[in-house]
């Protein structure tokens, strides 16, 4: 009965440590900026800069850098502090402000709006787990269709689970040596193929082309 007693004083004394009416705040204890390395996939793009693109039967394409996005606002958990009891059930942690820089792209295709997101920031591959990897997202929206990119790089210094991944971020680019685009040839290039539109990345000159289902799209400049 003793033994049953104190089993259950200490299970109380636990549960109450983790989950409580109110929470105490967020409470940052770091960063995590990228890495010398993850930073060479990062292409050098300023705020107004325009991409042209071409495609097969020479038409052009012009998306322009709007806004750059730069900082240490992203939120990795590390470990827990505790959770409320209420509805919504919010939990709070020790936390690191990992790196992340955003490009957002725009212009007008056929008359309609176009934008495009390039996001580099660090995934994590399990809650409050310190383990990160360094992921690149393209994105595209045009005519109310979101078209989203895979990861473009596992993690540059950790192991990571590619199953997880591939049900987070889509799957993971393909780097092939050399990739023609209409007439002009690149190499060293990442791409994405699995489903439409393909994306293809270098990290000398950043996006260097794309595809919908009935054009390709290439960089002229």
């Given at each position: 009965m003793k033994l049953i007693l104190l089993f259950s004083i200490t299970l109380l004394?636990?549960?109450?440590?983790?989950?409580?009416?109110?929470?105490?705040?967020?409470?940052?204890?770091?960063?995590?900026?990228?890495?010398?390395?993850?930073k060479k996939y990062i292409p050098p793009y300023q705020s107004n800069q325009v991409l042209v693109f071409k495609n097969q039967e020479g038409a052009s394409l012009e998306l322009t850098i709007q806004k750059t996005e730069q900082g240490m606002?992203?939120?990795?958990?590390?470990?827990?502090?505790?959770?409320?009891?209420?509805?919504?059930?919010?939990?709070t942690c020790e936390y690191l402000g990992g790196e992340v820089t955003r490009f957002f792209l725009s212009g007008q295709l056929n008359g309609k709006d176009i934008s495009a997101d390039l996001l580099f920031t660090h995934v994590q591959q399990m809650a409050y787990v310190r383990a990160f990897i360094t992921a690149m997202r393209f994105s595209m929206d045009h005519q109310g269709t979101s078209m989203s990119g895979f990861l473009i790089e596992k993690d540059f210094s950790q192991p990571i689970n590619e199953v997880q991944l591939k049900n987070e971020l889509g799957g993971i680019m393909v780097k092939k040596e050399k990739v023609k685009l209409n007439d002009q040839e690149f190499t060293e290039v990442y791409t994405s193929e699995k489903k439409y539109p393909h994306f293809y990345f270098t990290t000398k000159q950043g996006l260097v082309g794309f595809k919908t289902t009935g054009h390709t799209w290439s960089l002229v400049n």
């Open positions: 004394l636990f549960f109450s440590c983790k989950t409580q009416l109110n929470c105490p705040p967020d409470k940052k204890v770091g960063t995590l900026p990228f890495t010398a390395t993850a606002n992203n939120r990795l958990c590390t470990k827990k502090i505790c959770s409320t009891l209420d509805v919504k059930s919010r939990t």
